[in-house]
């Protein structure tokens, strides 16, 4: 909260209810919330827009990249392996259509054969010929399987009806796992007969062993049931059923996801291998294979992040310098309105000074002359002139008309002030006219006024307007600072050779050290509440700049306080017109 | 001395005539610039005291052309008014000392007419 406080703009807490006339013409916290908010709307959102499209497109780009390079793997191997297959029944009707039915029959010729496709292709364990009722006459190999009927098995009907059968992975008699590859040859001039070749799944293995798939992935066999026909890296041994769905038929490849039992996303790619019952697959982890995604996604969401953030800083700051600008720059209106009506106010006070002066001067005037010589008449006339009482009458007319005579006196010696610039005055003379103003109050509530002044003091040269107003002001929050029965000290002396200082104190509540660092501040005021508008002391300050002098505070809580103004004896009038307003 | 007071209001230059009269100073009064002028122009005086502003003509006016059919005419100007056109005007005119405001005391009248008689 202490740093809340401390980074809190000026303008945040700034309430107008005390103002007077003159209230600021701005909400600044509305000012502020709606800058911010516009400003943040226009930069951020199209930046998480631009941000959001760039994720989007990026991740459906490399997914598609990952399907496509699936797909490429699949067809790679696809092909691979068709050429494994192929190649070997080509050699198998190569040799079936080559050599004729008594040359197979031949156990060494069909041994020799045998050695010859080990040698040339490899994969071939054993090789049989059938004849067309499905018995096989002739065999070399490692089981014995001269003379098997296979008259009922399906693949004799199909290599019958086909011309070839490429057999899934199975154990059969042999108990281990291999594959089939029959092909049928129709002599001219006689019975079909089949070569039937055992291949065992070891080369078979091999081709898929050695590739190298990104994502942890898998490349299988699988026959058209579901059943592995070479191993499965993850959990699947040969003949297994594998966990997966078998695919649904498609002639080309494809690529498509799925979720394992675990919830983890596969991708999956698979083709049909033509002429065969086999289906290869090639299964990846998409979370894997994402993982390049992943790092660039998380430093997407940083550069999101701090970019929002450093935004977000910037616009705070720029709002908050602009709207206190715009804030101070209200003040000072304030102030100078304040300081206008102020100006004008005094302006008023003289001109209708003078009139109310002029206007009685007359009459009083008559009065005076009237009255006196009704005293210098009766002072001939012996009946009168020892008359205590007629006399005692009279001197008390002439007297009031005197008392009248000094009121006016003042009130035309203040307006007189307001028009001119530049006067020679008697300093003590312009306190005294103050405290003339004063004089009833103070007298009504017993307040003392002491006033000293030095001597060596001469006549100064400065705006006397604005001195009285000065001298006023400080004697009215003097007064006001006070109780009754309170006192007040003027005190003028010499301040150097150039200088004349006058100090006025009162002995009344005080002001607070906290307070005192701000008590020439406009708008500061500890009288806020009753209506003060704060700018007094603020306006006086301005006042003793304008005429050259310089004002000081001291005081002390529950003991009184000294206002101490410094003036130079002769102020130019360029000095004066220098500082207009208070800032 | 003979003194001639010019104010508009009668009943004050009348009541101060006397009061002057009393003191021994032969003291006559006018309360237009016309009469007055008229009056230095067939009568002998030492001082005028003027108002500043006296219907039909300003003060200052009035004691130029005082001034020039009288030269050693002295003046003093007896004001009630206050603005400061009047007094620089004045003043420039006869000095500070000798611009009084209205109600003036007598014997301050006094002892500044004998002041600027002596000068």
Redesign the interface.
């Known amino acids: 909260m202490k740093i809340l406080n401390k980074i809190k703009p000026e303008f945040w807490d700034h309430h107008d209810s005390d103002a007077g006339p003159y209230r600021s013409q701005f909400d600044f916290r509305r000012i502020w919330y709606l800058a911010v908010f516009l400003t943040s709307a226009v930069v951020l959102a199209p930046l998480i827009f631009m941000t959001v499209m760039d994720y989007r497109a990026t991740k459906h780009d490399v997914e598609s990249e990952i399907l496509l390079r699936t797909s490429r793997l699949v067809s790679n191997v696809r092909r691979t392996f068709s050429y494994f297959l192929d190649e070997r029944k080509s050699a198998l009707d190569f040799v079936v259509h080559d050599r004729c039915f008594d040359e197979c029959m031949n156990p060494e010729r069909l041994n020799a054969i045998l050695e010859n496709l080990k040698k040339s292709f490899g994969g071939f364990t054993d090789l049989g010929l059938i004849d067309h009722r499905g018995i096989q006459l002739s065999y070399v190999g490692p089981y014995g399987l001269k003379g098997r009927d296979y008259s009922e098995q399906e693949w004799f009907k199909q290599v019958a009806l086909r011309g070839v059968f490429i057999s899934d992975v199975f154990m059969g008699y042999r108990n281990v796992p291999h594959l089939v590859i029959a092909v049928k040859c129709t002599p001219v001039d006689g019975d079909f007969f089949v070569l039937r070749a055992a291949l065992d799944t070891e080369k078979f293995n091999d081709l898929l062993s050695k590739l190298e798939i990104a994502g942890q992935g898998d490349a299988f066999i699988i026959n058209h049931g579901g059943v592995l026909q070479t191993p499965m890296s993850a959990h699947g041994e040969v003949l297994q059923k594998i966990s997966l769905p078998v695919p649904e038929y498609a002639p080309k490849t494809r690529v498509l996801e799925w979720m394992d039992k675990n919830g983890g996303a596969l991708i999956i790619g698979y083709k049909y291998i033509a002429d065969t019952p086999f289906i290869l697959m090639v299964v990846k982890h998409k979370k894997e294979l994402m993982r390049p995604w992943e790092d660039t996604r998380k430093k997407l969401i940083w550069f999101l992040i701090i970019s929002v953030a450093f935004i977000l800083f910037v616009i705070l700051g720029g709002v908050t310098y602009l709207v206190n600008r715009i804030f101070q720059s209200d003040r000072k209106l304030i102030i100078t309105l304040h300081q206008v009506e102020y100006a004008n106010k005094m302006a008023s006070i003289g001109r209708l000074a003078a009139g109310v002066a002029h206007e009685i001067n007359n009459p009083l005037a008559i009065i005076n002359e009237k009255a006196g010589l009704m005293k210098d008449l009766f002072l001939f006339k012996k009946e009168y002139a020892g008359n205590d009482t007629l006399m005692g009458l009279l001197d008390s007319i002439i007297r009031s008309v005197a008392r009248c005579g000094r009121i006016t006196k003042r009130l035309l010696g203040f307006a007189r002030h307001m028009d001119v610039s530049i006067q020679t005055v008697n300093l003590e003379e312009v306190v005294r006219e103050v405290l003339g103003f004063l004089n009833k109050e103070a007298e009504f509530r017993c307040i003392e006024i002491l006033i000293e002044v030095a001597e060596d003091i001469p006549r100064i040269q400065t705006d006397a307007g604005k001195l009285q107003q000065i001298i006023l002001n400080i004697i009215n929050n003097a007064f006001a600072a006070m109780g009754d029965n309170g006192h007040l000290h003027v005190v003028s002396r010499m301040e150097g050779k150039d200088s004349v200082s006058l100090s006025i104190s009162d002995d009344g509540s005080g002001i607070s050290e906290k307070d005192l660092k701000r008590v020439f501040e406009p708008f500061f005021s500890t009288k806020t509440g009753k209506g003060g508008t704060g700018l007094g002391l603020s306006i006086t300050y301005g006042l003793v700049e304008q005429i050259g002098g310089k004002i000081e505070v001291k005081s002390e809580l529950n003991k009184g306080t000294t206002f101490t103004i410094i003036l130079p004896l002769v102020t130019e009038e360029k000095e004066m017109k220098s500082s207009c307003v208070y800032s | 001395m003979r003194v001639l007071l010019v104010d508009d209001?009668k009943?004050?230059v009348e009541?101060?005539a006397?009061?002057l009269g009393?003191r021994g100073i032969e003291a006559h009064w006018e309360t237009t610039g016309d009469a007055a002028l008229k009056r230095i122009g067939e009568e002998a005086f030492d001082l005028a005291i003027l108002d500043v502003k006296i219907p039909g003509i300003s003060g200052i006016d009035l004691q130029r052309k005082m001034k020039v059919k009288c030269p050693d005419l002295k003046f003093m100007f007896l004001?009630?008014?206050?603005?400061?056109d009047d007094?620089a005007a004045g003043s420039s005119e006869t000095g500070e000392d000798y611009y009084l405001?209205?109600?003036?005391?007598?014997d301050e009248l006094m002892e500044k007419m004998k002041k600027l008689m002596s000068e």
């Open positions: 209001e009943e004050l009541a101060l006397e009061r009393i004001t009630g008014h206050g603005s400061q007094f405001l209205k109600p003036v005391h007598i």
